[in-house]
């Protein structure tokens, strides 16, 4: 079976930074993987070259198969022009951390937007899809309230209805809770959780190391721009392998 | 000393005054729209990657803001034709105006798209939008609305200048003012009055657009 997403040998410089220094990561339909690791570790850079929001220098990855972001060109690689690039991020959803919701749509219309002018869909058609999805993340009563008219917990749940409705191969979530208050985490995590066990394809950078023990299939921990340890969340967290490991466990008790 | 106030002879002519004041706001409105388009192309080119449109965009902008706009407005009417570039007089207003609308705008609007947060283009990309789209969709629209109060100020200084178009004797409101001036002799009647009109015109002008404003801010 062909991988949703396979990483291989991944490296990401921000000029003489070296951020990501060989990257291997393969997953399939269904598996949930969360990404832990210390601020800094690269686990943002990582989801942003996945989802095309950054350059690489070099590696490979593949979505569905499809080799993205660049072509080989008689031994030179080039970088895909931006229609290309455009459709093929299409094919991940990302959630951020700070939600950037669109501030002048309302919640209906920022996830009708990329249905509309991305995938051309009539608006009517659109309209439904994206209802159904607010619906999905219970945000459909406030349908019609602009991003600056809700709480924290609401933009995110809307914003995650605005990528997965674009019926992504892979969802990404960069710490979707971390800018949100203590009692607003829950609810968005109920909504992601949900996701996971209606079978989404999802890689996630949390914080909340008990919510990934719970969620995922696979944990990764990074260190320093590498993978440093991965296994099912049993291992990772119950009988964790190397030192480091161990010292940011320690350090994250939550 | 008594001054007899006479204001019948200026209300003889109202409607030289109405015309006057028409053809301002009519001046003003075209200017304005054009100037919004060319003040959009230049801050998008001061901010371009390419230094070339860099280069012209910030030449145009500091070259019209640091020129008074009556030097413009004679250099376009007189100086223009002499380099083979002739236009009426309503066109040439119109033209200067634009030009210096556009550049007064174009810091507006540069500063506003300095302003955005990053994650709009970034929520743009992810959902498989192109640079195009982000740009009509998403980064001009939210711009728009978070400049719209320093533009409403612009507006009112546009339509104020156009005054300065009776130095190439486009005929609206000082235009006709100095003529029933000159033809009456009532210096403080007419200049009163004109005044008067001028102010009424931009009290209204603003209130227009704060309800405008009310209407299209981003609700929070
Ligand atoms: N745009 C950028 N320019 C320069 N350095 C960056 C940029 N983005 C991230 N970095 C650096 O890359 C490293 C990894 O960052 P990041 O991927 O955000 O880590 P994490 O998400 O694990 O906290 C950090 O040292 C950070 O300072
Ligand atoms: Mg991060």
């Known amino acids: ?9 991944l490296h990401k410089s921000f000029g003489e930074l070296e951020v990501l220094k060989g990257i291997d990561l393969a997953m399939h339909k269904g598996d949930v993987v969360s990404l832990i690791g210390s601020s800094g570790s690269g686990k943002t850079t990582l989801l942003r070259c996945v989802n095309l929001l950054e350059e690489f220098g070099r590696g490979r990855i ?52 990329g249905l509309t002018k991305t995938k051309k869909l009539p608006a009517e058609e659109a309209r439904a899809i994206a209802e159904s999805w607010l619906d999905r993340v219970g945000m459909l009563a406030r349908k019609d309230h602009f991003p600056g008219q809700l709480s924290g917990g609401q933009q995110q749940r809307v914003a995650i209805a ?9 969802m990404l979530f960069d710490e979707v809770t971390s800018a949100l208050d203590p009692e607003l985490v829950s609810e968005v995590l109920a909504v992601v ?45 119950g009988a964790p392998g190397t030192e480091r490991l161990k010292a940011f466990l320690s350090n994250s008790q939550s | 000393m008594t001054y007899d106030f006479n204001f019948a002879v200026v209300w003889r002519n ?55 706009i009556l030097v413009l407005i004679l250099f376009c009417y007189f100086a223009l034709p002499q380099l083979g570039i002739a236009m009426d007089k309503i066109p040439s207003f119109i033209f200067t105006l634009s030009l210096y ?21 970034e929520a743009g990309l992810a959902i498989g939008l192109t640079e195009w789209k982000i740009k009509r969709y998403l980064i001009i629209p939210v711009m728009f609305r978070n400049v719209l109060p320093a533009m409403s100020n ?26 029933i001036n000159v033809e009456s002799f009532r210096v403080i009647e007419t200049w009163m009055v004109a005044s008067l009109i001028y102010v009424g015109a931009c009290v209204a002008i603003a209130a227009l657009l704060r309800r405008l404003e009310a209407r299209l801010s981003i609700p929070r």
């Open chain 1, 1 to 9: 079976m062909i991988p949703v997403l396979n990483i291989t040998d």
């Open chain 2, 154 to 179: 612009n507006f009112i200084s546009l339509f104020k200048d156009t005054s300065l178009a009776a130095a190439i004797a486009v005929p609206e409101l000082t235009f006709y003012a100095r003529k």
């Open chain 1, 193 to 237: 959780r949900d996701l996971g066990r209606d079978g989404m394809t999802m890689l996630l950078v949390t914080h909340e190391m008990r919510f990934a023990r719970d969620v995922s299939s696979r944990v990764v921990f990074m260190h320093q721009g590498r993978i440093h340890e991965e296994g099912p969340p049993e291992q990772i967290f």
């Open chain 2, 101 to 121: 609308a556009g550049a007064y705008l174009a810091e507006v609007y540069r500063s506003g798209l300095v302003a955005l947060p990053p994650g709009l283009r």
């Open chain 1, 62 to 113: 593949e979505i569905a198969g499809e080799p993205i972001g660049y072509r080989e060109e008689g031994g030179r690689r080039r970088r895909l022009p931006e229609r290309q690039i455009a459709r093929q991020r299409a094919m991940t959803g990302m959630a951020f951390q700070q939600f950037n919701l669109f501030p002048h749509l309302s919640a209906v219309k920022n996830v009708m937007l």
């Open chain 1, 162 to 170: 605005r990528a997965i409705a674009m019926a992504p191969q892979l």
């Open chain 2, 14 to 68: 109202w409607d030289l005054l109405a015309e006057g004041l028409m053809l301002g706001l009519f001046l003003a409105l075209v200017s304005i729209a054009i100037g919004c388009v060319l003040g959009l192309a230049a801050a998008f080119g001061m901010l371009s990657r390419h230094r070339a449109l860099r280069w012209i965009s910030q030449c145009y902008v500091s070259a019209i803001r640091n020129t008074p």
